[in-house]
């Protein structure tokens, strides 16, 4: 079974982000980039299906930026078989609809039986390619994965919902979108590193595969958050417990 | 101007005060018709909220625990007609809308926190550190909608009630199980009063302090990520970018160092205190009242006090 893990890059989730003066968007220059937090949960869930003798190949796969090829490489330093690079310079962020296009051309020339992807890229937080992926095959989908069992051409996922944990069994070929607890990505060694080196990483464009690149939503600001007012420190529980009633909040 | 709204519905039931939220912003787009997935008895009560001109039922099992190919199916089938199809941007809606846009060939804005006009509206991007405008120029709007930007609308209305089918029943994916945690204290995205506890808090059985303190004040309880991760508590109780956004009166955050990640979650918070022992903690930046103490005396005192 082959599995495809697509794989953005984004700003290290430690970075603190700011905004442009002039509102045309974060200040990216010389910021600190990384694999999305979520994809490196999808990387690591494909090589442990791998590892199980479940999977036979993991290729991963990222839409955007040349340079996005850095993540691609971290990809392979963990485990994974090959990576596929697709340039689409937007010049801006590339659209979940626009990536799940290209991703299911993708699927079309690799025919995974599975594609595991982040269930959100912490940069637009849009959490919609999967769906959008799943939705374009006409596959079926399970999102925010805490859990996966895959046997006999189904994929029984644990998903994280409002008020608890729903299981679903989805039928192979399908999409999972995968949550924070699945488990806990490994770091690269350094001789896998100097081994991903060697992998192949293949590099193609949009235009390879006659995907319209045109954004949908137009982006007429982007601005910072509305800030709080400064707070004040309160000496003891007693003045604490005062201000709260002060304000019947208590 | 029409909208199809997809009620949030929780446990079999309706989730009244996300749906009515939800219907606020909506209001704002057109006149709204609500899609519920569910028993007669969930549509009735969603035929009372202020603003909903009509309300779609389907009592298909195949609806019923929310799987994604089956309700995008129901809600293309009725799609006809609508220029907006919204839900509340609880992981229901997040696992199901962008799948329907996708069919329809439209982008999906997801976590709308402020309509601007029919076409044009605010969300949150890089866990809030930044606000985006975005204009869709997609012929049908597909969004979710932040709930904690919006005020509930009442209820008093009633507004008919039509059955609806689903047209074809998907065999892609299949219900197992669910495990629902349940509880009596109120739900975390509407509670006015939230109580989360972080990692300071040390172990699981700790955590009986933070749900002593919101039992005394009838509040939820929820978590940072380092407090789940932890296992100090239950996943659905975290608060933050992957987790639950609230926004209540008053947030009491206990032990929690205070993440980007976590601020995304309850900044928007009316009231908000931190109890901390480290004075550094960027949780204080943000906090109203800013106690700097060991949270295993402060609680206890606090819990006490109330």
Known sequence: MKILVPVKRVIDYNVKVRVKSDGSGVDLANVKMSMNPFDEISVEQAIRLKEAGIATEVVVVSVGEKKAQEILRTALAMGADRAILVEADTGDDIEPLTVAKILAKVVADEAPELVIAGKQAIDNDMNATGQMLAALLGWGQATFASQVDVADGKASVTREVDGGLQTVSVKLPAVITTDLRLNEPRYASLPNIMKAKKKPLEEKTAADYGVDLSPRLKVLATEEPAGRAAGIVVGSVDELMGKLKEQGLV | ?306
């Open chain 2, 1 to 306: 101007m029409a909208v199809l709204l997809l009620a949030e519905m929780a446990g079999g039931a309706l989730a009244l005060d996300a749906t009515a939220k939800a219907v606020t912003a909506a209001a704002k787009l057109g006149d709204v018709t609500a899609l519920v997935c569910g028993p007669k008895s969930a549509a009735e009560i969603a035929a009372t909220i202020e603003g909903v001109s009509k309300v779609l039922v389907c009592e298909d099992a195949a609806v019923a625990h929310g799987l994604a190919e089956n309700v995008t199916r129901l809600i293309l089938d009725q799609a006809q007609g609508f220029t907006h199809i919204v839900a509340p941007a609880g992981n229901s809606g997040r696992n199901i809308l962008p799948r329907v846009a996708a069919l329809l060939d439209a982008m999906v804005m997801t976590d709308v926190t402020e309509v601007i006009a029919p076409d044009t509206f605010k969300r949150p991007i890089y866990a809030g550190n930044a606000i985006q405008t975005v204009q869709s120029l997609d012929p049908v709007k597909v969004l979710s909608i932040r709930t904690t930007g919006f005020d509930a609308a009442g209820t008093g209305a009633a507004a008919p009630v039509e059955t609806v089918a689903l047209s074809a029943v998907s065999d892609l994916s299949a219900h197992v199980e669910d495990k629902v945690v349940s509880s009596d204290r109120p739900e975390l995205t509407s509670a006015k009063v939230v109580v989360s506890g972080g990692r300071g808090i040390g172990s699981e059985e700790n955590f009986a302090l933070v749900s002593s303190l919101a039992d005394k004040l009838g509040a939820a309880v929820g978590a940072s990520r380092a407090a789940v991760d932890s296992g100090f508590a239950s996943n659905d109780l975290q608060v933050g970018q992957t987790g639950k956004v609230v926004a209540p009166d008053l947030y009491i955050a206990v032990g929690i160092s205070g993440a980007i990640q976590h601020l995304a979650g309850m900044k928007d918070s009316k009231v908000i205190v931190a109890i901390n022992k480290d004075v550094d903690a960027p949780i204080f930046q943000v906090a109203d009242y800013g106690l700097v103490a060991d949270l295993f005396d402060a609680v206890p005192a606090l819990t006490e006090a109330v």
